[in-house]
């Protein structure tokens, strides 16, 4: 059974710059499309980036192209996402996922959930 823990999130100003990481245990990410959703009170899970096991393409969604960038090490067993240039409208429960495809992922249709991270965009 694979197992996502999350760590990373926290407090930031507009503007300035957060690295969330996603560990794996239990099983190993290289059979999965893995990434990352957030989710705000009253909302639906939003998916936000992917890497797809199958080609190591990424997947962003529009609000964060540019911003954000995945990657995944295959030797920890990790997947990290770092965020700049954060706005208050990235604040959001993160959570890591894993899925057959990144279009399930990114739909939310997830094997696998990590507990999820707050990430808090304030001045």
């Known amino acids: 059974q694979l197992q996502l823990v999350e760590s990373g999130g926290g407090l930031v100003q507009p503007g300035g710059s957060l690295r969330l990481s996603c560990a794996a245990s239990g099983g190993t990410l290289d059979y999965y499309a893995t990434g990352w959703l957030r989710q705000v009170p009253g909302k639906e899970h939003e998916g936000v980036s992917c890497?797809?096991?199958?080609?190591?393409?990424?997947y962003y969604a529009d609000s964060v192209k540019g911003r954000f960038t995945l990657s995944r090490d295959g030797a920890k067993n990790t997947v990290d996402l770092q965020m700049n240039s954060l706005t208050p409208e990235d604040t959001a429960v993160y959570y890591c996922?894993?899925?057959?495809?990144?279009?399930?992922?990114?739909?939310?249709?997830?094997?696998?959930w990590g507990q999820g991270t707050q990430v808090t965009v304030s001045s």
């Open positions: 890497i797809s096991s199958s080609d190591g393409r990424t």
């Open positions: 996922a894993a899925a057959p495809g990144c279009t399930y992922l990114m739909a939310g249709e997830n094997d696998y």
